[in-house]
Every structure is written in structure tokens, then in C-alpha cells.
């Protein structure tokens, strides 16, 4: 057997292996998915919600944030199930969304106006933490504080303080991050709001190069604030790297594609080559940057183009050569040590995804093995999808609202206390401990959010409120799944790809 077909197979019998964990693999409804994963995102508002809020159970909250400080910082997105507001997710969130409507805009169909509106949800609030020269405001909202009540977001009384980053106290990592947030924007609106994108692309500007001259982590600035909630445990390098090629991307200016070859071996772009979320960017620049390989764009790049097939290769179960390798469990689901699972579900597959599709475009295959086709990254990613749409062991959908069975205790305190609407009355910090012990399922459904779910590989889920590890939603567990859903509801059929 050649090497290219020794390859498929092995990836064809792994596969076959962890379908043989479930029972039946379902036919899914891959635009149902997105509509709904981007409707969580409405469940997530902070600040005045608009008319046209779909999630009736959620009301106006926060409306005094940034006051203390001077400033208006109402708006964004809620992390996860508490009710701070953490800049650096936020910011990744809105990286990896625009990322899927740069890539996928034309698979979003109908919903890519909604897709749209979720970005600017946190863009408009992103433009408002830097409209401040020379800072960037990162955090609203007292971690602690907040996470020893559960509370509604409509009822918090806990301190809305203003953490900020600036020359003094600086932050190269949620800096950089929200550059690349804002000029990754930039070209999703760059059509459909022309002046908007340009005010996006200019702040991204002015944002990145206060990242790169005051340079420092945030987590050393904001220690006790934004630790160990959102630390950068991989330091600021990769984020400078990455606003970089953002901003590369968007504006096509020669001055940041001379930065990011000036400080390729500096700012490590070969690190950490299997890892890529909100902490660490690495994977994902080799990605973004190999683009412009393999389109035949420029061959300065050639570098990240070999960064970026070692870490593809990591992915693929059974290749052999190339290390250190991802775990997958019994049942098929990527696996990585961690609280969480499902964000790297989901960010990894999203990479394999666009990487696939750079791949065909270029008529090019990844040196795994013998050589591994596009169809085949795309049948890698599009397995982690059908697991978390119910494609595994307990035949179980990991996305709330989708599908008959899916996780009912998760750990969100909008979700699990009455609505303002059913419960009028404001319910306390400790008031809401009854709900959050109660075996009940939450009162209310947050449509579209995608749990933690099983983190270690025995593809267990309890699906209990108090396991926050596996219950707890999150932004940017979804973002990436935007464009992920949206590829596949337009190319469900892996017979139909043409490229393997």
C-alpha cells in the first residue's frame, strides 16, 4: 500500500474504531445548531438589550459599568456563567467569530447577519475599553467578589471595580488580543458597514502599537484582579504575533508583515505547537499566516506554512512521526488535560477546518504520514462536531436546546435562577445558593451554549451544576463553532468534498 493510502486507512480505521462507541450516528441539522449557537450569545448581553433580543428570560443589567471610573463601559458579553466581564476572552471571542465569517461567510446563509450582530456585541463594547489613549480598560467586574454569590445579572450588587491596563501598567497580551479583535472585525464589516470598518481598522492600529511598545503581561499588572481566572500563563509574545497578522490581514500593510518576520524567532511562533485558545495563539497564527503560502501569496512565510502542517499532524490520530500527539477518549472526543474540554474541541477542529480549506485551494495536501488529503482534516474536524451534537457514548447533545437529551444542570446563574419575569422580586447574593444546590434543571434555557463537557477520557458527562468544569458554558467555547457549524450545514456530505 502507498504512503498516502496507508495514512487514509489508518485514519479511516481510528475513526471507525470510536464510532463503534456509539450507537447510532445521527443525521444532523447543521444550520438549526448555528442559528441556536449564535443565539446564546444573546443569553450572554450585558448592558441595555435592544428590541430585538430574542432571549426573553434576560433583562438589562450592568448599566452603570465604567462610571466609577469615569467612563462607559456598558455592553459586552458575560463570560461564562458568572457576571464579570473579562476582556481578553471577550476579545479572543470576537477573533474566532470574525475569523468564521472571513472564512465562511458565504456557508452562514440566512444567519450571517445574526452572526454579525454577535460580533458587534463585543466590538462596539471593545471599542469603548480603548477609546482612552494609551489604555485599555480589561476587566469590569470583582472575580471573587462575584463568584461567592450566585446571582442574576439583573439583581448583582457585587463591586463593578474598573481594571485597566497602560504605559505604567502594562498588558501586551489583552492589548494585542484586542487588536486583532477589532481589525479581524474590520473585514467582517468591511461590505456591510464600510465606516464602521474603517473606525474598527484604525483603533486596531493604535491598539497593537501601545501593545508592542509598552510591553509586559497583564497577569504581572492585574496579578490579583485577573488571576487565576484569565492569567496568561503563556506570556504576551504569541499575542503580539498574532495582532500582527490580524492587522496584516486587514489593512495589507507592508510595516506588520516586516514585523512578523523581524520577530518570528523572537516572540516564538514554532512554541506550543498543539495548543490554541484564549491563553495561547500560537497554533492559530501558523494557521493564519500559511494562507498566504499556499494561496501563492508570499513565500516569506514558507516558516509558518512548516509550523503549521507539524501542528495539523499533531491532530491526526494514528500518524505517526509527529509529536507530542493529541489524545482522543474511547468514544472520539479530542482530549486535553484541563477544565474545559470542549474549547479546545472546538478551536482545534476550527483550525483543522480553515486548513483543510487552504489546502484544497492551493491543490495541497499535509505531510502526515504519506500525506494526509483535505477531506481527511475535514473529516477529523466534522467528528468533533457530530460528538458534541450527540454523535457519542451517551448519545448525549452537548449543546443546550439541541437535540432530545442535552445537559439541563448547567453551571450559569442566569440560566438556573427564575427570570425577573417569573420572579419579580430581587433574590440575594447568598439567596441564590437554593438554586444553585437544587437537583432541578435550570428554569431557563440557554439555547445554543455548549458545556465544558467530559474532561477526562472516559467520555463521562454528570451533567451537575456544581461540576463547573464540565457544566459551565463559555463565549469562546462557541465562537469557534460558528464557523465550524456554518461550513458544514452548507457541506454536509463528506462524498460530495472532492478533495481527498
Not at 483603533?203 to 484569565?230: I, N, Q, T
Not at 481527511?376 to 450527540?390: C, E, P
Not at 422580586?425 to 444546590?437: H, L, T, V, W
Amino acid at each position: 500500500m502507498a504512503p498516502r493510502a496507508m495514512a487514509a486507512a489508518t485514519l479511516l480505521v481510528v475513526a471507525a474504531a470510536a464510532m463503534t462507541a456509539t450507537t447510532v450516528l445521527g443525521v444532523h441539522d447543521y444550520g438549526d445548531a448555528l442559528h441556536k449557537s449564535i443565539l446564546f450569545f444573546e443569553g450572554q448581553r450585558s448592558g441595555r438589550l435592544p428590541p430585538d433580543q430574542r432571549v426573553r428570560w434576560r433583562q438589562d443589567s450592568a448599566l452603570h459599568d465604567g462610571a466609577a471610573a469615569g467612563v462607559d463601559l456598558t455592553g459586552g458579553y458575560y463570560d461564562a456563567g458568572d457576571n464579570v466581564k473579562f476582556g481578553f476572552p471577550m476579545a479572543f471571542t470576537a477573533t474566532l467569530m470574525s475569523w468564521g465569517l472571513i472564512d465562511f461567510g458565504r456557508s452562514f446563509g440566512a444567519h450571517e447577519a445574526e452572526a454579525r450582530k454577535a460580533v458587534r456585541w463585543a466590538t462596539d463594547y471593545l471599542m469603548k475599553a480603548t477609546a482612552t489613549p494609551g489604555t485599555v480598560y480589561v476587566q469590569v467586574g470583582d472575580a471573587f467578589r462575584d463568584h461567592a454569590c450566585w446571582e442574576r445579572p439583573e439583581d448583582m450588587d457585587t463591586p463593578r471595580t474598573v481594571y485597566k491596563v497602560d504605559r505604567d501598567h502594562p498588558g501586551s497580551d489583552v492589548a494585542a488580543e484586542t487588536a486583532a479583535a477589532l481589525a479581524a472585525a474590520s473585514i467582517v464589516f468591511r461590505d456591510a458597514d464600510p465606516a464602521y470598518s474603517r473606525r474598527l481598522l484604525d483603533r486596531a492600529v493604535k491598539v497593537f502599537e501601545f501593545a508592542d511598545r509598552y510591553r509586559g503581561p497583564y497577569s504581572s499588572s492585574l496579578h490579583a484582579a485577573v488571576c487565576p481566572c484569565y492569567c496568561d500563563y503563556d506570556g504576551y509574545q504569541d499575542e503580539l504575533l498574532w495582532g500582527a497578522a490580524w492587522l496584516h490581514k486587514a489593512s495589507r500593510r507592508r510595516e506588520y508583515r516586516d514585523y512578523i518576520k523581524r520577530n518570528e524567532v523572537a516572540l516564538g511562533a514554532s512554541d506550543a505547537i498543539n495548543e490554541f485558545g484564549w491563553d495561547n495563539k500560537h497554533a492559530g497564527i501558523n494557521v493564519l499566516i500559511s494562507k498566504e503560502v499556499l494561496m501563492g501569496k508570499d513565500e516569506f512565510f514558507n516558516s509558518f506554512r512548516v509550523n503549521a502542517d507539524n501542528f495539523i499532524c499533531t491532530l491526526l490520530p494514528g500518524i505517526s512521526g509527529h509529536g507530542p500527539q493529541i489524545q482522543y477518549s474511547p468514544g472520539g472526543l479530542l482530549f486535553k488535560v484541563g477544565n474545559s474540554n470542549m474549547q479546545h474541541v472546538t478551536s482545534l477542529s476550527f483550525l483543522l477546518l480553515a486548513y483543510s480549506n487552504y489546502l484544497s485551494h492551493a491543490g495541497a495536501h499535509a505531510p502526515c504520514g504519506g500525506g494526509a488529503t483535505p477531506a481527511q482534516l475535514r473529516r477529523v474536524a466534522k467528528r468533533q462536531v457530530d460528538y458534541i451534537l450527540g454523535d457519542n457514548p451517551l448519545r448525549m447533545s452537548y449543546m443546550v436546546g439541541y437535540g432530545e437529551r442535552f445537559p439541563r444542570r448547567i453551571h450559569h446563574r442566569a440560566s438556573s435562577l427564575p427570570s425577573v419575569a417569573a420572579h419579580p422580586q430581587r433574590i440575594g447574593c447568598k439567596a441564590g445558593a437554593a438554586y444553585y444546590a437544587s437537583p432541578a434543571p435550570n428554569p431557563n434555557l440557554l439555547v445554543g451554549a455548549v458545556v465544558g463537557g467530559p474532561s477526562n477520557t472516559t467520555d463521562n458527562f454528570p451533567d451537575a451544576r456544581a461540576v463547573f468544569q464540565q457544566s459551565e458554558p463559555t463565549t469562546y467555547i462557541n465562537a469557534p463553532l460558528l464557523g465550524l457549524l456554518a461550513y458544514f450545514s452548507a457541506h454536509p456530505n463528506p462524498a460530495q468534498w472532492g478533495d481527498d
